[in-house]
């Protein structure tokens, strides 16, 4: 069974800082795209930012850049989100996801995600 687990996820201050994990099992991800969405109350599912496989191209929205991360680790079928200068309007759930697709930012692509961990930054 593939699954995709979130973690790190939590409650953090305006400027402060959080490190999520998504660790995969059933499979191996080595070879897909990745890439870490999330969603608000009432808002649709946004993309944060993408890997590709080898982690020599990556993807943030406007919205992040500067302040995110995304790395991984293919041995340990493991992506991260480095999530720094946190702001309020970050708060949302965060979900992890993988594509066997070509490099993508589109929700549509992806068809492996994890269950969401919440991040709530308080001003």
């Known amino acids: 069974q593939v699954q995709l687990v979130e973690s790190g996820g939590g409650k953090v201050q305006a400027g402060g800082s959080l490190r999520l994990t998504c660790a995969a099992s059933?499979?191996?991800?080595?070879?897909?795209?990745k890439g870490w969405f999330r969603q608000a109350p009432g808002k649709e599912r946004e993309v944060v930012a993408v890997?590709?496989?080898?982690?020599?191209?990556?993807y943030y929205a406007d919205s992040v850049k500067g302040r995110f991360t995304i790395s991984r680790d293919n041995a340990k079928n493991t992506v991260y989100l480095q999530m720094n200068s946190l702001k309020p309007e970050d708060t949302a759930a965060y979900y992890c996801?993988?594509?066997?697709?070509?490099?993508?930012?589109?929700?549509?692509?992806?068809?492996?995600w994890g269950q969401g961990t919440q991040v709530t930054v308080s001003s």
């Open positions: 890997i590709n496989w080898s982690g020599g191209r990556t």
């Open positions: 059933g499979r191996t991800f080595s070879s897909y795209t």
């Open positions: 996801t993988a594509t066997d697709r070509s490099f993508t930012t589109s929700v549509y692509d992806y068809a492996y």
